[in-house]
């Protein structure tokens, strides 16, 4: 092979875009299975147990899709339903009428006749390509932006205006690392609050194991930590949480909070308020 020094420039115009089918084989045969369905003017359950009774799979692929959920917020949504127990087809055989009873409390059967029964014009194309792409990362961020005011309402309760958000903090021997809100200030914060909430599972619940351990590793020994989260689907990354959990266990983190826990949070800060003199 001929030895070359490549530029930059003839990289960039060699590349061509990678075009795919997003469409599958369980994709085409969901496709086959709704457009067989009957159209009525109103759905009863047992037009769901023809959905699962042939392929499980295929039929929560179609519930899904009228619900327009998500597969992390559908097996969420199934495991708090139908907690203790599985959310798989073996439940479903086991279990058909609470399994169904599940799903009809999800809204399924108004959704089917919804969906069936609304009259499709162009504009509805471009809304749904709408929602499923930026509509689905602006939901993501709207989630972890509401435990961040959940978490900055308390800390102003308590602090007034001594306290910085979404800021990068100078801790210990110069390190630093991003926080969400840092008390009283950036430059020699006491207290460091991280608040993240999720409503689908994903690489960013593994992301906040590394940005709570850089802030471990930056902060002073005085620096207290707090982290403040929520959404049901850390049900579906236990080990991860499990992970936060051993932090706190061996102090790293003074305390994990959820928005339930709001109380506790506040009673939390006015004693870190009065015994750090802040």
């Not at 327009?68 to 073996?90: C, H, Q, W």
């Not at 409390?105 to 471009?126: E, P, R």
């Not at 999720?198 to 992301?207: E, F, R, V």
């Amino acid at each position: 092979m001929q030895v070359i020094d490549q530029t930059l420039e003839e990289v960039v115009a060699s590349l061509s875009p990678l075009d795919v089918d997003w469409m599958d084989d369980m994709a085409a045969s969901a496709i086959a299975k709704l457009a067989a369905l009957p159209k009525k003017a109103a759905y009863n359950r047992s037009d769901v147990a023809a959905l699962l009774d042939g392929n499980f799979e295929e039929g929560i692929l179609c519930a899904r899709l009228f619900l327009a959920l998500s597969k992390d917020n559908m097996e969420t949504e199934l495991r708090r339903l139908l907690s203790p127990g599985g959310i798989g087809v073996k439940r479903y055989r086991a279990e058909p009428e609470v399994f169904l009873d599940a799903l009809e409390s999800l809204g399924l059967l108004d959704a089917m006749t919804a969906t069936v029964n609304h009259d499709l014009v162009w504009s509805d194309i471009l809304v749904e390509r709408l929602r499923s792409g930026r509509g689905s990362a602006i939901s993501g961020q709207r989630r972890g932006r509401g435990v961040e005011d959940f978490a900055e309402a308390l800390v102003k309760e308590v602090f007034g205006a001594a306290y910085e958000t979404r800021c990068t903090f100078t801790g210990a021997d110069g390190k630093s690392a991003k926080c969400d809100v840092a008390i009283p200030n950036r430059v020699r914060p006491r207290i460091v609050i991280e608040a993240k909430g999720y409503g689908a599972t994903g690489s960013k619940m593994t992301d906040i194991i590394g940005d709570l351990d850089a802030i471990i590793d930056a902060k002073r020994h005085d620096t207290t930590l707090l982290f403040v989260t929520d959404g049901m689907t850390w049900n579906a990354r236990l080990s991860d949480l499990k992970k936060i959990v051993e932090r706190q266990n061996q102090g790293k983190i003074a305390r994990i909070y959820t928005t339930k826990q709001g109380e506790q949070l506040l009673s939390d800060l006015k004693s870190l308020k009065q015994n750090m003199g802040l």
